[in-house]
């Protein structure tokens, strides 16, 4: 199983970027693709996840700014980023192995390599 993230880079405050993930070795229309963030020191933080019948969750601060979705066809998840404040600068980081969302990362055994996000201010 394989998670490639990609697009992240640096904004200035106000600016949007798309994550993608792209999976590989799992039956991706079947499992929720959730996102998670991580800064130096702290654990990983839910940001936003989508179920195989699209109901989606998000952390309460990134609502109506952060959009998740998916293609199936491509196995490929996103993260539609915009409004981006300094406080949104992480890791980001995709995983998938669940039909369900949870906020708990510690119910994820695969992980991509993470994508750095930085919103300048």
């Known amino acids: 199983v394989q998670l490639v993230e990609s697009g992240g880079g640096l904004v200035q405050t106000g600016g949007s970027l798309r994550l993608s993930c792209r999976v590989s070795?799992?039956?991706?229309?079947?499992?929720?693709m959730v996102w998670f963030r991580q800064i130096p020191g702290k654990g990983r933080e839910f940001v936003a996840g989508l179920t195989p019948g699209e109901n989606t969750d998000y952390l309460d601060s990134v609502k109506g700014r952060f959009t998740v979705s998916r293609d199936n066809a491509k196995s490929t998840a996103y993260l539609q980023m915009t409004s981006l404040k300094p406080e949104d600068t992480a890791v980001y980081y995709c995983?998938?192995?669940?039909?369900?969302?949870?906020?708990?990362?510690?119910?994820?055994?695969?992980w991509g390599q993470g994508t750095q996000v930085t919103v300048s201010s």
């Open positions: 070795g799992v039956t991706f229309s079947s499992n929720a």
């Open positions: 995983t998938t192995g669940q039909t369900f969302v949870s906020t708990n990362p510690g119910r994820y055994d695969i």
